[in-house]
Structure formats: C-alpha cells, structure tokens
C-alpha cells in the first residue's frame, strides 16, 4: 500500500479547480490505459488514486458538485468491485474507458478551466 500522505499533501496545494482538472485527467487516463490488456494494474491504481482525489477535494466543493463527486466515486467502487470480470470482457472494458471518457469531461467542465 502506497503512503498516501504525501500526495495528499501535494494534491491539496492546489486550488479547487486545479485538483478537479487533476481528476479529470486520471479518468481521462482511465480511457486511454484500457485499450492495452497489460494495461489492467495501471488501471486499477488509478481507479483508487482517483477516487482518493473526490475524497479530498469533495469537502471544499459547493453542495451540487459534492453531489456529482459523491456519484462518481459510487461509479469508481462499483467498477473496482468488478474489476476482474470488466477487465477481461473487451466489450465492457470499453464502455467503461467509454464512460471515464464521459465522466473525465465532465469534471473538467465542472472545474471551470475550460472558460
């Protein structure tokens, strides 16, 4: 298991819309690391790694993008629970790098840096 408190400590510098554009870049890796079968373990970690970032940030965010953080890091559980089995089905691996694609810009929207 990684030691977290570095990271935290480093991610936590940055503003709220910063953090958020650094989630939005994990589930964007998300999509991109799926199309590789050797790929599984990177995958994985960033699944975690991500949903550590929603914990930390979700706390300094207004109470509807809270609501937003809360469902994605529902998603994320639910596709660690299953890992194994959506991993090694490349139709539903694909619609989850689909759906990280999906969630990924949506995040990034919700950071406000594209304005």
């Given amino acids: ?3 977290r408190t570095a990271i935290r400590e480093r991610y936590l510098r940055d503003i709220l ?3 958020l554009g650094g989630l ?3 589930l964007a ?3 991109s690391f799926s199309d590789h079968p050797d790929h599984r373990g990177v995958v994985e970690g960033i699944l975690d790694e991500s949903k550590f970032f ?3 940030t979700a706390s300094d965010a207004g109470l509807d993008l809270q609501a937003e953080l809360v469902q994605l890091q529902l998603q994320l559980a639910c596709w660690q ?3 194994k089995r959506i991993w090694n089905d490349p139709v539903e691996r694909a619609a989850v790098a689909g759906k990280a694609r999906t969630w990924s810009e949506r995040v990034l929207e919700m950071s406000g840096l594209l304005h």
Wanted: hydrophobic share 50%; proline share 6%; charged share 30%.
């Fill in 81 to 83: 629970l299953n890992w």
């Fill in 54 to 56: 929603i914990e930390w």
């Fill in 17 to 19: 819309p910063v953090r």
């Fill in 24 to 26: 939005a870049a994990n």
């Fill in 29 to 31: 890796r998300i999509n």
């Fill in 1 to 3: 298991m990684k030691d």
